[in-house]
């Protein structure tokens, strides 16, 4: 596709349930990024890949939180045992190589989560 | 630490006239990249500008330009002739070579008045 797109937009859900929050990066990106934007906050740094590996998950808050990104292309950020407190905006970007200096990353317009 | 820092939570700014939005970051690497993002109430994040940090000429962006003070650690933005669709958050971002991820600002919301 022209850009990163995220599914779904929009995501309510139930204390305790399980969530899967996907992402399709530019075709031939190997770099991709979640971020984490809470309400009146900066997007905070979840996980990176490089292809097919998390290069630094130094950013996932606790074990409740996994990606995956089996093919080096799609990922699926997924949260289990969702809290009131992970309700917030999660942007994935991808860039052509996240080992290149300042490769420029572009965002998706987000997946906004809702936790009740 | 590893921080960025914007210090305006919201400005506001008359049609056609210039703002400067601020930015301070914090770092221990030699090499890395600066930049700011709009972000509108669509959410999706659009790069505005960058800067390398070994360049000392300040980037420009046709209205927008950046005052880079490397010793400060400063990256202000500048947006000349403002328009109605400059409207959005602003978020000052910095990348590390050591850490290969963004580090953002908590933004700044640039209101522009007709």
């Known amino acids: 596709g022209a850009g990163v797109s995220q599914t779904p937009s929009n995501k309510v859900t139930e204390k305790g349930k399980y969530v899967e929050l996907r992402c399709d990066p530019i075709?031939?990106?190997?770099?991709l990024y979640w971020y984490r934007q809470s309400l009146g906050q900066g997007p905070e740094f979840l996980i990176y890949?490089?292809?097919?590996?998390?290069?630094?998950d130094s950013g996932l808050p606790n074990d409740r939180f996994f990606a995956v990104r089996p093919e080096g292309s799609v990922s699926t950020l997924k949260i289990q045992r969702t809290e009131r407190g992970d309700s917030a905006v999660y942007l994935c970007?991808?860039?052509?190589?996240?080992?290149?200096?300042?490769?420029?990353?572009?965002f998706g317009p987000g997946t906004r989560l809702t936790v009740l | 630490a590893q921080t960025v820092t914007q210090s305006q939570p919201e400005m506001s700014v008359q049609e056609a006239e210039t703002v400067t939005l601020s930015c301070t970051y914090d770092?221990?690497?030699?090499?890395?990249?600066l930049f700011w993002y709009k972000q509108p109430p669509s959410r999706q994040m659009i790069l505005v500008i960058r800067?390398?940090?070994?360049?000392?000429q300040n980037a420009t962006e046709n209205r927008f330009s950046v005052n880079f003070q490397k010793a400060a650690k400063s990256f202000s933005l500048k947006i000349s002739d403002s328009q109605l669709g400059d409207a959005a958050m602003y978020f000052c971002?910095?990348?590390?070579?050591?850490?290969?991820?963004?580090?953002f600002g908590t933004g700044t919301r640039l209101k522009v008045l007709a």
């Open positions: 970007a991808s860039s052509r190589g996240g080992g290149v200096a300042g490769n420029e990353q572009f």
């Open positions: 075709s031939g990106h190997t770099a």
């Open positions: 890949f490089q292809g097919t590996g998390a290069a630094d």
């Open positions: 770092t221990s690497e030699s090499d890395y990249y």
């Open positions: 800067q390398e940090a070994y360049k000392q």
């Open positions: 971002a910095r990348w590390g070579s050591g850490t290969y991820k963004y580090i």
